[in-house]
T-cell receptor, first 115, second 113 residues
Framework: GAGVSQSPSNKVTEKGKDVELRCDPI?????LYWYRQSLGQGLEFLIY????????KSGLPSDRFSAERTGGSVSTLTIQRTQQEDSAVYLC?????????????FGPGTRLTVL | AQSVTQLDSHVSVSEGTPVLLRCNYS??????LFWYVQHPNKGLQLLLK??????LVKGINGFEAEFKKSETSFHLTKPSAHMSDAAEYFC???????????FGKGTMLLVSP
């Protein structure tokens, strides 16, 4: 079956521009997560969705970052006024339910480069 | 609060020799523990997980890990390395109930012929 998909796979943007990253979770998965993977920082949690609500936004690094999820499915991560330190691979994951013991299935990521 | 420490940033082995990737964790709850693997330019793939059942967990591709509560460790092993095992490995901890995953910094496994 189809796994988690993310688009675009690569995004190059200029400093100060806004970007939108998209995640399509596995059908039927109620929980959706965004992570950021950057050199020297490892994998950092950004935000968690249960259905369309986000009970945990604690990982968003600044108010330039926001995310939404509609229809309990697709999610969009938006970064406004991008900075060079935003350059990273943004990973999306989904799981059947938002339980800590549940396996999270990861997408291939979006590589963001801010010039 | 929970945390994970992967004790080696890089591990080099020869093909056919054993693999040991070390991981220590800290958690306020009864943790779930995972090992994920990431091949170059590929997504993260689950190797195995521990969720309070058997302490010795077998995963895919011949990997296994043993949960040792007294040592707060969850080391990953494989009896005989294969060239295709070269990748980055992440030890991950999750608390009880809803919880996000906390990742270790990763261990790069290098396999030489």
């Amino acid at each position: 079956g189809a796994g988690v998909s993310q688009s675009p796979s690569n995004k190059v943007t200029e400093k100060g521009k806004d970007v939108e990253l998209r995640c399509d979770p596995i059908s039927g998965h109620t929980a959706l997560y965004w992570y950021r993977q950057s050199l020297g920082q490892g994998l950092e949690f950004l935000i968690y969705f249960q259905g369309n609500s986000a009970p945990d936004k604690s990982g968003l690094p600044s108010d330039r970052f926001s995310a939404e999820r509609t229809g309990g499915s697709v999610s969009t991560l938006t970064i406004q006024r991008t900075q060079q330190e935003d350059s990273a691979v943004y990973l999306c994951a989904s799981s059947l339910v938002g339980s800590g013991s549940n396996e999270q299935f990861f997408g291939p990521g979006t590589r963001l480069t801010v010039l | 609060a929970q945390s994970v420490t992967q004790l080696d940033s890089h591990v080099s082995v020869s093909e056919g020799t054993p693999v040991l990737l070390r991981c220590n964790y800290s958690s306020s709850y009864s943790p779930s523990l995972f090992w994920y693997v990431q091949h170059p330019n590929k997504g993260l793939q689950l190797l195995l997980k521990y969720t309070s059942a058997a302490t010795l967990v077998k995963g895919i591709n011949g990997f296994e890990a043993e949960f040792k509560k007294s040592e707060t460790s969850f080391h990953l092993t494989k009896p005989s390395a294969h060239m295709s095992d070269a990748a980055e490995y992440f030890c991950v901890v999750s608390g009880s109930g809803y919880s996000t995953l906390t990742f270790g910094k990763g261990t790069m496994l290098l396999v030489s012929p």
